[in-house]
């Protein structure tokens, strides 16, 4: 089995004469979770569909386990699981009969366990239109499960859910990943990006921007980080006091705050200068930007371009 | 075979679940059905000869026409279709497995109304069943098939209403169901022969109910089955999985040409 389970390579897609992607490469490994970001009209939505075999690229080429989606649609089909954004199921399809429906087109049996497991045993005759919106994507992510694809691609699959319900559904796609099942995550949900995903790529207007790990997306860029200090004594009230590379200094709740453009020496001279004037720490907080920072910096300076 | 039988299944559930299919389905033709039956013969006593093979036309006009084109359009404005492509639902079950189920519910239709209409308003029956059962069928077909091709080309629900009616209307008026087609002045009655309508209620008076063809029946019976064989191909043809930034394979004004047989039937007839 290749380790390269996604492999897109100058994907380009027209519409008339509206570039929608232009030119983009990246791989996704097996067992990856790989968040797709971008504003709307970025091109996220063109390139999962044609990763889905909706749409047919203009150029440039697309593998999905050595699958050419437009060109084997039956290969795919075994392959690939994917929640759609949009409910892609009749209003009045109950639960039970969505199941039965998809699990007879991929040919297995009716994966009843995985309902019970997103909760839903109590709703499968209940009809579509009926069902809450967490219990909508639920059910959207179960039959994506349901023929037990190796490769899944989730499109916006917490919105609009509850904290308890998002956390199941982090989980099973932790699960996924362990069994081996590669996934992308296209999410407007930075925090979910950030805490799901092992790699990011941010698309904008039809590029890639960024691309990286969480980490190194965050650590990249002009952001700022913040070091909260809160000492038994005022060591750090002297507004005259000055640390490198500190840009900015505000002061709430009893903690001096710092933004910082380069982390090390800021905090090193701090905890110097609190030993040196016989204060005690009491609390140090760093904060990193995070990746909506990030994300809100990227696309504001594209925009700006 | 199992995705087929269980596709075909939902769908016929849905027909009953769904409230405006099941008014279409049943609830309208039905209660038109009980309507006409009370007021017609006391009007006009000969239409009681005719007033089974009239309801049966009209159940149909109303299931497929007024029905499966909406159905259609909203699947795949939903992205249901989308769906169905990623799970391997080919487009040929998308389009005939409602087409069958329709026809299924319309089987209900016409066994209600020709079992009752002799009970409740003395009509008569048909003389000739196997010949019944064979227009029956080929009106379905006809209609079914233009339906789909209807639901295949509108670009929205708004223009279904629109395309249906087109043929809905005319239909009632000049199809032979209320006003007999030999009542008809010339030009009218030659146009209606582009209805399927006038197509069905010729056959089913000449080959089933024993009341005398106004044109060559078993003509009319072949011109509804070539037109409805066409329009099923010409719909499999034309189908999209989603009509926003995909290519068509033909231009939509080929379904026109689902209209050719009755077209060749004015002059042949």
Known sequence: MKDLVIEVRDFRKTYGNFVVVDGISFDVKRGEIFGLLGPNGAGKTSTLESLEGLR???????????????????????????????????????????MNFFCAYHSVDPRYDLLDRLGLTEKRGTQYHQLSTGQKRRLALGLALAHNPFVLILDEPTAGLDVATRVELHNIMREQQAEGTTIILATHDMAEAEEMSDRIAILLR??????GTPMEITATGAGLTKVSVRTESSSLSDLGITFPAVSQRVSKDEYSIYFSTDIGPTVSAII????????????????????????LEITTTGDAQ | MSAFINHFSFEFRTGIRNKQLLLMNYLFPLGFYLMIGFIMPAI???????LIPAMIVFAILAATLLALPDQLVT??????????????????????????????????VAAIITITAPILFDAPS??????YALTFIAMAVACAGISLLIGVVSPSTRMTVLWSQLIFIPSMLLGGLML???MLPDVAGKISQLLPATQAMNAFNGLAMGVGADFNPWGSVIVLVLSGVL???????????DRHNTTQRGHPIMALLALLPYAVGIFLL
């Open chain 1, 56 to 98: 047919e690229p203009n150029g440039g080429s697309l593998r999905v386990a050595d699958v050419d989606p437009s060109r084997e649609p039956r290969k795919l089909r075994n392959i690939l699981g994917v929640q759609l954004q949009s409910s892609g199921l009749s209003e009045s399809i109950t639960v039970d009969e969505a």
């Open chain 2, 75 to 108: 699947a795949r404005e939903d992205g249901i279709f989308r769906s169905y492509k990623i799970n391997g639902v080919p487009a040929s079950s998308i389009l005939i497995i409602p087409a069958l189920t329709t026809m299924l519910h319309l089987l209900i």
């Open chain 1, 206 to 211: 039809g590029k890639i921007e960024t691309f």
């Open chain 1, 272 to 295: 110097a200068h609190i030993e040196a004037e016989q204060d005690r720490l009491i609390d140090l907080r760093v904060e990193r930007p995070s990746l909506e920072d990030r994300f």
């Open chain 2, 231 to 241: 329009a099923f191909g010409l719909a499999i043809y034309l189908f999209n999985w």
């Open chain 2, 126 to 131: 048909p003389v000739n069943w196997l010949n």
């Open chain 2, 180 to 182: 007999p087609y030999n």
């Open chain 2, 44 to 50: 006009n006593p000969l239409f009681l000869d005719t």
